[in-house]
């Protein structure tokens, strides 16, 4: 059939009188699957309940570019009964001078998202790739950018507007021509007429209109009824504002809820003296720096302390899937990361084949791209253990939640002076309190206590992990 069409449409006979069917009688797909050109139109012939996709373009028309008249005669061979469907969708203009700002893919697990803002108004000047919005979604921001050089003649949808991949959100005209120009200047305006003086019969007017009236005394008011005393005193409304939920944090919710309806979550907690780890990052740091390029911290060796726990109790390392569990032979750190936008979450893969410096750098790199909004949804994905450190926000203590579907979340936390006794007598010692919360339907408290003290044994003495003891 394919061969009849592409003889047919290429010879520029008439196809009407193969199928005797006519565009207006062939109902539209409902399909997800766009078009992307920014001179003429593309077409699609999309069978129903299947993925398979004819482009009847350029490849298939051998007469070179795409005409209206090829597009007609090709769309008028597909019978209104068929199981095939045609889409169609303009990018541009006639002339070839607009074209449409579409929405981009936004990865495989995201179906729509939300217009946040316009970086552009109406008459800017844009490049090539420039971003013009913003598209927020349930776990990142995706830049809408524009696939011309030119001048934003209008915008199409809102902010606030749910929009999907393929929707278009702007026009660009790229020789600038039909934008709106801009209000002209009040140089330009003519001056307004001085006012004339008013006549003597006017001021005599205004005279009597301006003179004072004695008014006559007000009649005391009744003072105000005292409030009950079972009625609250709420403030007024004006101090109050209500802001919509930004998509990433109602994403955030939904998690965390879900997390607490489904997990049989229980904390243990444990301290740890810092002082050998710290003592390590001072004397190495410079070094460390100078050869690597990037800060030894203090997360590096938490999360080599947090690979040598979960190579020694593995079921943490594990997950509950209906009946069964999942033993992972994979060792995947999440880092939680605190932006404004909310908190995000960037996985470290095969961290137990990282060394100091590795890790160092991956954290680094995953956090800034984090905090500027270009983190990816494959750099979140997955992960078998998290590790939140709420201690550079000051946080003395804390149960956190787990990160669903993982079991088990470790939670660092501030590094405090405090008196400690060693070696029988009181001196004060840099500590902190580590928290491990476990999915109690899987982990035992046994399995928990032997991992936080596994951390513990390991941060504070780091020459352990040299000698895998």
Not at 225 to 231: D, I, Q, R, V, W
């Given at each position: 059939m394919w061969g009849i069409i592409r003889r047919r449409v290429t010879s520029g006979g008439s196809s009407a009188s193969i199928f005797g069917q006519s565009l207006q009688k062939?109902?539209?797909?409902?399909?997800?699957?766009?078009?992307?050109?920014?001179?003429g139109k593309e077409a699609f012939l999309i069978g129903r309940g299947s993925k398979h996709v004819r482009n009847i373009s350029q490849p298939i028309l051998l007469g070179g570019t795409v005409s209206s008249k090829h597009l007609r005669e090709t769309f008028a061979?597909?019978?209104a009964d068929s199981p095939l469907r045609v889409w169609s969708r303009s990018f541009s203009s006639d002339n070839g001078d607009l074209v449409d700002a579409v929405v981009p893919f936004m990865g495989e697990s995201i179906t729509d998202g939300t217009l946040a803002k316009f970086l552009k108004n109406p008459g800017d000047s844009v490049q090539v790739d420039e971003p013009i919005a913003q598209v927020e979604t349930d776990k990142v921001t995706i830049d809408v950018s524009s696939p011309e050089s030119g001048v934003i003649q209008k915008f199409v949808a809102k902010e606030g507007d749910t929009v999907e991949p393929g929707t278009k959100i702007a026009v660009i005209s790229k020789s600038g021509e039909g934008v709106a120009q801009a209000a002209p200047s009040e140089k330009g305006k003519p001056e307004k007429e001085a006012p004339q003086p008013p006549s003597p019969a006017e001021k005599d007017t205004v005279k009597a209109e301006t003179a004072p009236v004695k008014e006559k005394p007000k009649a005391p008011s009744p003072p105000p009824?005292?409030?009950?005393?079972?009625?609250p005193q709420l403030p007024p409304k004006e101090r109050e504002r209500r802001v919509p939920m930004t998509r990433l944090r109602k994403r955030v919710a939904t998690r965390l809820k879900d997390s607490q309806n489904t997990f049989a979550m229980?904390?243990?907690f444990n301290e740890v003296d810092m002082t050998n780890l710290m003592k390590l990052r001072s004397d190495y740091k410079d070094a460390f720096v100078e050869k690597h390029g990037v800060k030894l911290g203090f997360m590096s060796g938490f999360v080599k302390a947090a690979i040598s726990g979960l190579q020694n109790q593995p079921i943490i390392n594990a997950v509950i899937d209906g009946d069964d569990i999942i033993y992972r032979d994979y060792i995947d750190i999440s880092i939680a990361v605190g932006t404004p936008k909310g908190l995000v979450v960037p996985v470290l893969?095969?961290?137990?084949?990282?060394?100091?410096?590795?890790?160092?750098?991956?954290?680094?790199?995953?956090?800034?791209?984090?905090?500027?909004?270009?983190?990816?949804?494959?750099?979140?994905?997955?992960?078998?253990?998290?590790?939140?450190?709420?201690?550079?926000?000051?946080?003395?203590?804390?149960?956190?939640?787990?990160?669903?579907?993982?079991s088990a979340i470790l939670g660092m936390h501030s590094i405090?002076?405090?008196?400690?006794?060693?070696?029988?007598?009181?001196?004060?010692?840099?500590?902190?309190?580590?928290?491990l919360t476990y999915d109690h339907r899987l982990i035992d408290g046994r399995e928990a206590v032997y991992f936080l003290r596994r951390i513990k044994d390991v941060v504070e003495d780091p020459r352990r992990l040299l000698l895998d003891i």
């Open positions: 062939i109902r539209p797909a409902v399909s997800t699957e766009r078009s992307y050109s920014t001179a061979l597909i019978q009824p005292k409030a009950s005393a079972t009625e229980l904390s243990t893969r095969n961290a137990e084949k990282m060394n100091f410096a590795e890790i160092e750098k991956e954290i680094n790199t995953l956090a800034k791209k984090a905090t500027s909004g270009t983190i990816s949804i494959d750099e979140m994905a997955g992960g078998s253990f998290t590790i939140s450190n709420g201690g550079v926000y000051g946080s003395l203590l804390s149960t956190p939640i787990i990160n669903p579907p993982q405090v002076n405090r008196p400690m006794v060693v070696d029988g007598n009181i001196v004060p010692r840099p500590m902190m309190y580590i928290a």
